[in-house]
């Protein structure tokens, strides 16, 4: 199942495996986190992921959810990737990835077809030209799709109350917030992630949105991914190993 370059790589806590490779962008800890962050309600019937790379967040998901999961990828090596992991896995009959830009969602899809949406975005702004990118620009970098964009694809395909989970870098969350509010979107939670205690400076954001709400915003308790000697929190020990 493995091909030129590719490895293994253990999800500890989910007890699941993903393939990964040296020659693409892989997993870190913010895909952890946003899976960690994700209410799936009763209500929820069907899940979204956008900018899915290799599948990471879907199959995070599957441990805590049993509904239908859709993966939306543009890149066809991490498509491929996916959907090779999610056969390993034994998820084929609950998540598909589907080979999609997020500008062309209106093409493929009907509106308001989801509950849920989750996204891991491209984090920094980027005008470079779109010939000969890496896999790690397109997925680090606004190149082929910018916040914007993204929050446009979710409220088209967001069901009305749905929930749309973004992590982000923190400095870009005044940006965030304007934009959800352009769209219609409520921000109704919050969860600033620091390096460690004595930082000033949160280094992601998590975000809960709902479409169509009146919800007030709750801030949650800070989040620290070290303690002061430099080892992992009890939290983030948590989320990597249950």
């Known amino acids: ?23 693409t962008f892989s997993f870190s800890i913010d895909a952890l986190l946003l899976s960690n962050f994700v ?35 543009v890149q066809e090596r991490l498509v491929d990737m996916a959907r090779r992991s999610i056969d390993l896995n034994g998820k084929k009959e609950q998540i598909e990835i589907e080979h999609l830009d997020l500008k062309d969602v209106k093409l493929k899809y009907n509106h308001s077809v989801f509950d849920l949406i989750t996204v891991n975005p491209p984090y920094f702004k980027n005008n470079q030209p779109t010939h000969s990118l890496t896999h790690h620009e397109i997925a680090r970098s606004e190149v082929l799709i910018d916040l914007k964009g993204i929050i446009e694809a ?28 352009e769209n219609n979107f409520t921000v109704s939670k919050l969860q600033f992630v620091y390096s460690k205690p004595e930082n000033e400076t949160a280094h992601f954001v998590l975000v809960e949105a709902i479409f ?27 989320i990597y190993y249950g």
């Open 212 to 238: 169509n709400s009146t919800a007030l915003v709750k801030v949650l308790s800070p989040l620290y991914i070290y303690n002061t000697h430099g080892e992992y929190t009890k939290e983030i020990e948590a």
């Open 39 to 73: 209410h799936v309600t009763k209500r929820v019937k069907n899940i979204a992921d956008f900018c899915s790379g290799n599948g990471i967040i879907p199959l995070l998901l599957s441990y805590k959810t049993k509904k239908p999961i859709t993966g939306i990828e």
């Open 1 to 23: 199942m493995l091909k030129e370059n590719e490895r293994l790589d253990d999800l500890y806590r989910e007890n699941l495996q993903i393939i990964q490779s040296k020659d």
């Open 154 to 181: 979710a409220r088209y395909l967001i069901n009305n109350k749905g929930k749309f989970y973004m992590v982000h870098r923190s400095e870009r969350v005044h940006e965030i917030i304007s934009l959800l509010h």
